[in-house]
């Protein structure tokens, strides 16, 4: 499910917090010709042809599957597969996140108490690989489909029973698959678009939250007066679509499409 | 003996384990006093340089993937609730972030720079003489450190003038300042910066403790406040309220670091040496054990380096200081079945709850912070409150914090949300503005059954034994934080149109979420060999030119952030080797 992007601006604008304008920001920072909007230039949510490091096309239509699932596209804009997560949890999983390259990975191996933490032999790229496999294989012998292929209800149950590990995988624990799927989806939804994900910064817009961080010592103190504004990334300043003070923080602008 | 192809290199005055925020202030103590001092740093050297706008303010990099924090494909721990369980390793971070590199945890800090109070480094002698020696319980093995706060109150004041602290203070030679902490320990004189600013979660929090008749204010910062030139003749910027701060570099060379403290005149002074990527597996001893010759190292290309020196110091994180001393054999190692031993006895933490407290009517900008920023209220910390009947020892903090609510780690909902979908989103939208966290940061006594050794299984990259940590919280600390806690939520509770939901500590310590990186103990200071590693001075009682330095020395851990304490330790050990032990190399006990 698309959504137009015109459509959904305007449905984040007035889904967005109420309040008055961020006066501050505009004292502080007049809305001086700032160079193209920091929209502008972002690639539209419909890009034909995505490309993944690390992933397969099936894992791939396995992840949107289940990213629209976990943040869905609504009233409130894009979801996590419209976000682009799946190319975040790709770079992921190619990078030393996936291989555990910054974790402790000799034996001997034991599963541990849950105070103990992660145990698994597997990297999380492992397991991405396996339990997607076994996830469709097992639901193509039980419902002739793969899990992308199923209806949302159905989707939700498959999921709901692999957080709950009542769908048991023989590659691995499914709490574990799960767990690591749902932090990389609140990651992938929320960090800077710089990782693949949070295109359009709808993750930030989506809680009002500003980016890359402004000075704002002159509005720490405005208590009551929310700051909405325009949230810019790390790219929107290395690529020059974003103003900054000498130190190189953002001028933030007002947030567009809200009523107040 | 190990290492005997180790190249040996010409001896130094003095050689330092670690260069975070003790190792450099030593360094520069003892090279201004003329000595030739080498710092061996395990990770990569770092400067300010490293932490330029805009790749700096990245959640996922910092403070997801923890890039400042301690490699653990290296080296970690191995974990356990009980001497009777197989411990396993710390396979990821979690509970805690060591830090890793030039600056150490100190570099990304958060900067709260508190004092404890007299009575966290007396705590079972007065606790014994306000409640009898009951109030412990029977495995309990807290003790006084053999310092008092009147003694450490000018090493405070040193550290403060370095780091650049603000706050208001609440008592100058014993005389009361309104907008302070009532309760603490009397200071020579105020803070050399003025407090933080406060935030809108601060002043509702403020409004709702004053109305309840505490006395709420501002927590001690090392997020400068203004310009300020510290008393080494650095001059450091003011904090913006970036809210890029715990587990960040901060590009404003804002936050009092060793990078922006000390650094850059260690970095020229003729008498320094860092050596980043050198990872010291041993201290070498001579042949009757009572005296450090140096330490053996491997640096960068693997080579294996011996430095000689007559003074070594170990400022580590507290793991290593503790690890250190188990591999190279120094001291008696602690044995829990017996209770005899030192090295690794009284491992603590801290104890952590909080209430989180929604506003359905108020937008916080919460996402503007500091590291240091918080208002507080002191009065349910160590004993500043009747534990009469309580059934516990000690307290801890009970404030509003805003650290930045960089949008990952803030993903707050109300109880009884779906855990993901429509209305998961739904709730993130609406509630990630409209909250806010009172935390009760509690302190933790320390037991028998709580301590540090050498893992049997596990190993490091070079070879060597993992620390092998064995800790749980006491019944003392589930009381005491469920109290703390309680207060908190009655605090909510006079929010106008709050809704509070409390997240208390339940069950065993896990070393999966993060609590705090403010772990204690393993070599702890105190007036009697037997029951601790270090004298009051931090010196070794049984290798004289060796001292341990850092939060390894607490034998216990206090309801406040550690590092003004560590701050203040560092300087009065400072001025013991430079005045007393220089003079009379030997036992300044």
């Given amino acids: 499910m698309k959504q137009d992007r015109r459509v959904f601006l305007k449905t984040l604008g007035a889904a967005s917090m109420a309040g008055a304008a961020p006066a501050g920001v505009a004292a502080a920072s007049p809305p001086t010709a700032v160079a193209p909007s920091t929209d502008a230039p972002e690639r539209p949510t419909a890009e034909p042809a995505e490309t993944y490091v690390y992933l397969s096309p099936a894992e791939v239509a396995f992840l949107d599957a289940a990213l629209a699932r976990l943040i869905p596209a609504d009233e409130l804009g894009p979801g996590a597969k419209e976000a682009g997560v799946a190319v975040f949890i790709d770079r992921q999983l190619a990078g030393a996140f996936g291989t555990m390259a910054r974790e402790y990975r000799q034996g001997p191996w034991s599963e541990g108490t849950p105070q103990q933490g992660y145990q698994s032999r597997l990297t999380p790229q492992e397991v991405y690989r396996t339990a997607i496999a076994e996830i469709d294989r097992r639901c193509e012998a039980a419902h002739g489909e793969r899990f992308a292929g199923l209806p949302a209800a159905k989707q939700d149950d498959v999921l709901r029973s692999l957080e709950d590990g009542s769908f048991a995988l023989d590659s691995g624990p499914a709490r574990l698959f799960f767990a690591l799927l749902w932090q990389n989806t609140k990651e992938g939804f929320f960090a800077d678009p710089i990782h693949g994900g949070n295109r359009g910064k709808v993750g930030w817009k989506l809680v009002g939250f500003p980016g890359v961080a402004a000075a704002y010592t002159d509005h720490v103190e405005r208590h009551g007066v929310p700051y909405r504004v325009e949230p810019v990334s790390i790219a929107d300043l290395q690529q020059g679509r974003a103003r900054t003070d000498a130190h190189g923080h953002p001028l933030h602008h007002p947030a567009r499409g809200r009523a107040e | ?307 000689p020196a007559d003074i070594v110091l170990l400022t580590s994180y507290v793991f290593s200081n503790a690890r ?199 070599a702890v200071m105190g007036a009697d060999p037997r029951t601790s590693v270090i004298n009051r001075y931090l010196q070794s009682w049984d290798v004289p030119n060796l001292f341990v330095v850092g939060a390894s020395a607490f034998p216990q851990n206090a309801g406040y952030n550690p590092s003004g304490t560590v701050g203040a330790l560092t300087f009065w050990c400072a001025d013991a080797i430079k005045d007393r032990y220089l003079k009379h190399p030997g036992p300044l006990v």
């Fill in chain 2, 324 to 522: 250190l001393l188990l591999l190279s054999g120094i001291g008696r190692r602690y044995d829990p079945v017996s209770g005899e031993g030192v090295v690794g006895r009284n491992y603590a933490y801290q104890t952590l709850s909080d209430v989180t407290v929604f506003v359905e009517d108020k937008q916080l900008n919460r996402f503007m912070g500091a590291g240091a920023l918080g208002t507080v209220i002191d009065d349910w910390n160590g004993d500043n409150f009747d534990h009469a009947g309580l059934g516990f020892v000690g307290g801890g903090l009970v404030g509003a914090h805003n650290f930045g609510a960089r949008p990952i780690a803030s993903l707050t909902v109300p109880a009884g949300t779906p855990r993901w979908g429509s209305e998961w989103k739904k709730a993130v939208a609406r509630y990630y503005d409209r909250s806010f966290s009172i935390s009760c940061d509690g302190g933790c006594q320390s037991y028998r059954g709580n301590f540090l050794d050498l893992d049997p299984t596990y190993r490091d990259v070079y070879g060597d034994p993992l620390l092998r940590m064995t800790f749980d919280f006491h019944e003392n600390e589930y009381r005491m934080s469920n109290y703390l806690t309680d207060r908190a939520l009655a605090i909510a509770a006079r929010i106008p149109g709050a809704r509070a939901e409390p997240n208390r500590l339940t069950g065993p310590y896990e070393i999966v979420s993060y609590q705090t990186t403010h772990n204690t103990g393993g």
């Fill in chain 2, 1 to 307: 003996m190990r290492r005997t192809t180790a190249t040996r290199l010409p001896p130094v005055d003095v050689v330092i384990v670690g260069v975070g925020l003790a190792g450099t202030l030593l360094a520069k103590e003892l090279t201004d006093a003329g000595l030739r001092v080498v710092g061996l740093e395990r990770g990569a050297d770092r400067d300010t340089s490293d932490f330029a706008m805009p790749a700096l303010h990245d959640e996922l990099t910092y403070a997801r993937r923890n890039a400042l924090a301690q490699d653990l494909a290296r080296e970690t721990l191995t974990f356990r609730n009980r001497p009777d369980e197989r411990a396993l390793p710390m396979r990821r971070l979690g509970s805690f972030l060591p830090g890793e590199g030039v600056g150490g945890a100190a570099l990304h800090w958060n900067g709260l720079a508190w004092r404890f109070e007299p009575w966290d480094f007396e705590t079972r002698s007065r606790t014994v003489a306000r409640y009898g020696p009951a109030a412990f319980a029977p495995d309990g093995t807290s003790q006084d450190w053999g310092v008092t706060f009147a003694e450490l109150e000018p090493f405070y004041d040193r550290f403060e003038r370095v780091y650049g602290v603000g706050g208001q203070a609440g008592n100058v030679g014993g005389v009361r300042r309104s907008g302070g902490n009532p309760f603490e320990g009397p200071r020579s004189r105020e803070y050399p910066n003025p407090p933080m600013k406060t935030a809108f979660a601060g002043a509702l929090f403020a409004d709702a403790a004053k109305a309840l008749g505490h006395a709420p204010f501002p927590a001690p910062s090392a997020n400068m406040t203004r310009a300020y030139t510290n008393t080494y003749g650095l001059t450091l910027a003011p904090c913006i309220y970036c809210g890029f701060c715990e587990r960040f570099g901060c590009e404003m060379g804002a936050k009092a670091t060793p990078q922006t403290t000390v650094l850059p005149l260690l970095r020229k002074a003729r008498g320094f040496e860092l050596r980043p990527r050198s990872h010291v597996s041993r201290v070498l001893l001579d042949e009757r054990r009572t005296r450090a010759t140096g330490v053996a190292y491997t640096d960068a290309q693997g080579r294996e380096l011996e430095q």
